[in-house]
């Protein structure tokens, strides 16, 4: 039975936090907005909320069948997720497969679209007034943010997320160039992969004709309906049909 919406918990940039009556449930639901570069750019786009919410549950559904610990619970057309309430880690975990964007700037001996030998992982803390800073794993401690037993679990279940997700786009024609993942705990203190997983939170080329599918084209200045029709060839990659626009608001 799904549970019953209460009140807004928090809204960030781009989902919202629902409280519900089952206090180890909550309700994301996803805006229309886009941002980039920690907020500094912001748009809203008809329709973005409702693509992106069923490519993540897409997705998370997928995870939680190869036994990867999400939070995801249920989808709820058009626009929300029901998801476990968690205590969400301020880290973003970003794996790398082809290096591109931050890497090639830190690190411009690398080529821009070199496909690296292995996953490369890092860490970043939110924090969009310091501009998410990278950080390693002693800096994760000592700012006792996770200990040194959940750093090296969220290392093993981003590679894990790594290597079911590259099969499941390359089986849809896609490029997993790199992705982010967020980290929260439940009640009982077990680590779960949370927020979203999505053009907003990871690099998607075409496998054939390289066309970015995610934030990127937004990042890149591309006008606003087309970074709308790359959203749209995202979702129908992902889901598997063309994206029919919204039909069914959840009652708040």
């Known amino acids: 039975m799904r549970p ?19 206090p180890d449930l909550v309700i994301l639901e996803f805006k229309d907005d ?3 570069f920690d907020g500094a750019k912001h748009d809203v786009i008809s329709g973005k909320g409702a693509i992106n919410a069923a490519i993540s549950a897409k997705i998370f559904e997928h995870l939680n069948k190869n036994g990867i610990p999400t939070h ?12 476990r309430r968690l205590e969400m880690i301020p880290l973003e975990v970003v794996c790398r497969n082809i290096a591109t964007g931050h890497l090639v700037k830190r690190l411009p001996m690398i080529k821009d679209g070199t ?45 894990r997320v790594n290597e079911v997700l590259r099969t499941f786009f390359e089986e849809r024609g896609l490029i997993l160039v790199d992705f982010k ?26 496998m054939y004709t390289g066309k970015i599918l995610d934030k990127d084209v937004y990042r890149k200045g591309y006008p606003l309906d087309e970074v709308l ?5 995202f979702y129908r990659r992902v889901v598997g049909a063309d994206f029919p626009g919204e039909e069914v608001c959840l009652a708040t």
């Open 72 to 83: 995801f619970v249920e989808f709820v057309a058009p626009r929300y997720h029901v998801v």
């Open 34 to 36: 886009i941002t980039a």
């Open 229 to 233: 029709v790359r959203y749209r060839e």
């Open 4 to 22: 019953k919406v209460l009140q807004l918990i928090t809204e960030g940039k781009t989902k919202k936090v629902w409280e519900t009556e089952n």
């Open 115 to 159: 496909r690296l030998e292995f996953p490369v992982l890092e860490f970043y803390l939110k924090d969009d007034k310091l501009h998410d800073p990278l950080i390693n794993d002693h800096h994760v401690v000592l700012l006792k943010l996770a200990s040194w037993k959940e750093i090296e679990e969220m290392k093993k279940i981003t590679l």
């Open 181 to 206: 993942l967020e980290f929260g705990r439940d009640r009982n203190g077990k680590l779960l992969v949370g927020d979203e997983l999505n053009g907003d939170a990871m690099r998607i080329w075409d």
